[in-house]
Nanobody, 119 residues
Framework: QVQLVESGGGLVQSGGSLRLSCTTS????????LGWYRQAPGKQRELVAS???????IYADSVKGRFTISRDNAKNTVYLQTNSLKPEDTAVYYC?????????????WGQGTQVTVSS
């Protein structure tokens, strides 16, 4: 059974940092493109950053230079280092894993972790 479990969210002051982690199980990690998305109240879910199995990364313009996504295949874990946080970064952050296994697409989500940035 595939599971994605996020951790590392919390309350931080503007300018602070958090490191979010997402650990997967079910044998999909090494073949997945992993992404962090976020959803603020009243807004649509948006891509924050993603990393492919070949470690190619993409970032939303709003977080470039402040956030870094990385993956540790040995630990089946993807990280999002968030620095210089702003109040507008406040959202629920979700981990996502997508790819192809046994010739079928898969797309899994974690339960989310809350990040709150106070001004």
């Amino acid at each position: 059974q595939v599971q994605l479990v996020e951790s590392g969210g919390g309350l931080v002051q503007s300018g602070g940092s958090l490191r979010l982690s997402c650990t997967t199980s079910g044998g999909i990690f090494s073949i997945s493109t992993l992404g962090w998305y976020r959803q603020a109240p009243g807004k649509q879910r948006e891509l924050v950053a993603s990393i492919t199995s070949g470690r190619y990364t993409i970032y939303a313009d709003s977080v470039k230079g402040r956030f870094t996504i990385s993956r540790d295949n040995a630990k089946n874990t993807v990280y999002l280092q968030t620095n210089s946080l702003k109040p507008e970064d406040t959202a629920v952050y979700y981990c996502n894993a997508k790819g192809i296994r046994y010739l079928r697409d898969f797309d899994y989500w974690g339960q989310g972790t809350q990040v709150t940035v106070s001004s």
